[in-house]
């Protein structure tokens, strides 16, 4: 048997890295997309039922900037 040249096995070691690394970048994307699903459900389940008017923009930055806070304090936590 015949035994692979390194340019063979450089290129079949490639794709495998092509191949894992498009597979974790679509899980991630996944969870992303699924977060930002369940927060578009959350916002207009509150638009629909809630009795004052909500700003778009200022519940969307206050939702952010609360999360940031939230993960430097955790971080600050653990390390």
């Not at 692979?4 to 994307?29: C, D, E, H, R, W």
């Not at 700003?55 to 304090?73: H, W």
């Amino acid at each position: 048997m015949r035994a692979f040249n390194p340019k063979k096995k450089a290129i079949v070691l490639l794709l495998i890295g092509i191949v894992f690394l498009t597979y974790s970048f679509k899980s991630k994307f996944f969870e992303v997309a699924k977060q930002i699903e369940i927060y578009n459900s959350l916002f207009k389940e509150l638009n629909m039922y809630y009795v004052d008017e909500i700003n778009p923009a200022e519940f969307t930055n206050k939702a952010i900037k609360n999360t940031l806070k939230d993960s430097r304090s955790l971080h600050q936590f653990l390390y």
